[in-house]
């Protein structure tokens, strides 16, 4: 069993900059023009359960503070504020080697001089293990001892089995591809069979193709041991792909839990809804004004949307009071459909990608683009123009101001 939960988890790194010198201080009379060095907040109150043998995703940009909260669970990191608990037992002061965890990172970290095999087995020839002896007197008792050979061999096999590495156990790190290489460092973590595997981007250094295959790997990985993993990735397609929670962050702080598909069809706010979905979803700056059954959009070119409320998602009631909101309205590439009426949008350029095309068009007079995906296959010209409709049942509502969602998200 490993359920964790992290409760109000911070991470607050000493600023790198000095203070000011003590001349500097003695002789600046305004002291408020002093720059003092400022601490950095890398993630903030961090709140999450996980479940035992569930997949969690921290998915965000580059930056935002994933590494640090993954770091933090392993006990590579301090946690400066918050608890962190396994099964009811707080790991704040635990260390590292006790927790039961294992990490793989983007780079393999593989002993370059060893061969697969030793570096598969190396945590387990270091590591002791409780065992139970009975001596002459029949008394039993419990000591802590080294795997023998064939325990090791056991076990390296095994690992091997599972992810396909048989024969590549003799070969040292510089004769295996980057993929064999994180395979190994893969065999390395779940020889040791930890309560919790924690991988940091393990596929980063991958080629495109490989990189897909290894996930739905490391998904079959997942099935088959039934641990809990916590993984990390910058790549939302990896994420969606992969988790069945997902935890998207943005500059230290959690913007959504959820699951893919209600991350994608439910996003909390305009960050969730742009960094989730390919291409990214359409913004568009309207003033919304409407009551319980009609809402009138209009957008920057003067145009209005007339939507029926009664298809939409439920809009937040406040903003139903016939007065004027500014709003960000989103809708994906997908839901977006040329027809005999609509908004105008005119043509600058297309991208045929097989089935799909991507056109990206823009308002009249409006220089701000945005993507239309279609299954149409005609010969689209530059400059054409269009008019698209809105599916109602589709379309994302959100506060310009604090870029919350207005919409009813989904039912739990
Ligand atoms: N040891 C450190 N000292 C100061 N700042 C750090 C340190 N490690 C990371 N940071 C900062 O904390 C933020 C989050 O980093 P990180 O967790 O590595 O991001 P991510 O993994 O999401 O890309 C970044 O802005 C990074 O520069
Ligand atoms: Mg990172």
Redesign the pocket.
């Known amino acids: 069993m490993a359920k964790l939960l992290l409760s109000n988890i911070c991470k607050v ?1 000493p600023s ?1 900059d000095k203070q000011p010198s003590i001349f500097k201080r003695l002789f600046t009379k305004d002291k408020s023009k002093l720059k003092k060095p400022e601490d ?1 907040v ?1 993630v903030k109150n961090f709140n999450l359960e996980i479940e035992d043998g569930e997949f969690v995703v921290f998915v ?1 940009p ?8 993954l770091r933090m669970i392993a006990g590579l990191e301090d946690i400066t504020a918050g608890e962190l608990y396994m099964d009811d037992v707080l790991l704040n002061n635990v260390d590292p080697m006790n927790r039961d965890m294992a990490m793989v990172f983007q780079s393999y970290a593989l002993y370059p001089h060893l061969t697969a095999y030793d570096n598969i087995a190396f945590g387990l020839k270091i590591r002791k293990i409780e065992d139970t002896v009975t001596d002459k007197d029949g008394n039993t008792k419990t000591i802590k001892r080294h795997h023998t050979k064939a325990e090791i061999d056991e076990k390296v096999q095994w690992a091997a089995e599972i992810l396909g590495i048989k024969e590549l156990l003799g070969r040292k790190p510089s004769e295996m591809s980057g993929g064999q290489c994180q395979r190994v460092a893969l065999g390395r973590a779940i020889v040791r069979g930890p309560k919790v595997f924690l991988l940091d981007e393990p596929l980063s250094n991958l080629d495109a193709k490989l990189r897909t295959s290894m996930r739905s790997e490391i998904v079959k990985l997942h099935q088959r041991l039934g641990t809990t993993f916590i993984y ?1 990735t ?1 790549d939302q397609i990896e994420a969606m792909t992969m988790g069945t929670k997902i935890v998207v ?1 943005k500059d ?1 702080v959690i913007q959504q839990v959820d699951k893919p598909t209600d991350l994608f069809l439910y996003p909390n706010n305009i960050f969730v809804a742009g960094f989730i979905g390919t291409p990214q979803m359409n913004f568009f700056d309207v003033v919304l004004k409407g009551d319980s059954s009609k809402v009138n959009l209009t957008l920057e070119d003067g145009e209005t949307l007339a939507l029926d409320a009664k298809k939409m998602r439920k809009i937040n009631p406040e903003y139903l009071d016939n007065e004027e909101h500014n709003c960000v309205l989103g809708v994906r590439a997908e839901h977006l459909k040329i027809a005999d009426k609509g908004i105008n949008a005119v043509l600058s350029i297309f991208e045929i990608l097989g089935t799909t095309t991507h056109l990206f068009m823009h308002l009249e007079n409006q220089e701000k683009e945005f993507i239309v995906a279609t299954d149409e296959s005609r010969a689209w010209v530059h400059g054409d123009k269009f008019k698209l409709f809105f599916d109602e049942e589709k379309i994302h509502l959100f506060d310009k101001e604090s870029g919350l969602s207005i919409l009813e998200g989904a039912k739990k």
């Open positions: 790194y790198r950095f890398a965000g580059s930056g935002c503070g994933k590494s640090t909260t990390v910058h962050m230290g």
